[in-house]
């Protein structure tokens, strides 16, 4: 009898060990995953974290009137959407090498992506250097460009009052490649299917690398590229991005981020703010 209750007690400890080690293996399985997925999202993550500069790097860099970052702001966040209040995350891009502290004129400040807010929109995907309108009760077509264009997304945003359909535009070789591609400068065009006018939002010696609608509104926020190098392309990896805002209605674009704001900003990072 006691061998009988010896034995069961076995069993008992052994299934209780058992039972823990499965939920020993689950959890750590759990956590591996958790890890996996983790990591495989920090390596989606295009932009590498640099982190800024030390204090007694920027000291040196400002006795001889230089830096060797400059800010770069990444795509409007709406947080708010009753009161259409958004955040600007700021970051920073690493020059390729030290420049003077007085060009930061150069980068005067004023993400294909979908508006924040419920209206319906959609996109179209491909090679393209023209774009028809046709009407099917009277029969009429109608090409969108009469110039040589090359892009590769159809935006179609959808309001209440009008379909206008958005693309990223390159009309020239600023990259003196011997084509023009979507290496070159790109321009945004929007064209209004009701008043059927075709809009080009002008930027010099800029490229248009992200924009979003602003919410329950025709206006844009478009982050652009800045050819610090003048070399006819924007390089993500070392050259800076800045945000502006277009009034659809007074077709007007114009700094969102004041220069006052922009020159506090630029000033903490280089360690020269007093």
Wanted: proline residues 2%; glycine residues 4%.
């Amino acid at each position: 009898m006691k061998k009988e209750k010896i034995k069961n007690y076995n069993q008992i400890i052994l299934a209780i060990l058992g039972t823990l080690g499965i939920i020993i293996i689950i959890f750590f399985s759990i956590r591996l995953v958790i890890l996996v997925i983790s990591e495989s999202a920090r390596n989606d993550y295009n932009e590498e974290e640099t982190g800024i500069l030390s204090n007694e790097k920027v000291e040196t860099l400002q006795k001889e009137n230089k830096r060797l970052q400059i800010i770069s702001y990444r795509n409007p966040e709406l947080i708010d959407t009753i009161n259409s209040i958004y955040i600007i995350p700021v970051s920073h891009k690493n020059l390729d090498e030290p420049e003077d502290t007085g060009l930061l004129n150069l980068i005067e400040t004023p993400n294909k992506n979908k508006s924040n807010d419920k209206r319906y929109s959609n996109q179209f995907y491909g090679e393209f250097n023209n774009l028809i309108i046709y009407n099917q009760k009277n029969g009429k077509n109608h090409k969108l460009f009469n110039k040589r264009v090359n892009f590769d997304q159809i935006h179609t945003e959808y309001f209440s009052d009008d379909i206008l359909l958005l693309f990223e535009v390159a009309e020239k070789d600023t990259y003196k490649d011997g084509v023009i591609n979507l290496l070159d400068f790109k321009s945004l065009y929007i064209y209004s299917i009701k008043e059927k006018i075709l809009r080009k939002i002008k930027n010099e010696k800029m490229d248009v690398i992200s924009y979003m609608f602003f919410n329950n509104s025709k206006n844009l926020i478009i982050r652009y590229g800045i050819d610090k190098n003048s070399n006819g392309k924007y390089d993500k990896s070392s050259e800076p991005t800045i945000i502006k805002k277009y009034d659809y209605q007074k077709d007007k674009l114009s700094d969102l981020i004041d220069k006052k704001t922009n020159q506090d900003i630029q000033e903490l990072l280089e360690g020269t703010k007093k």
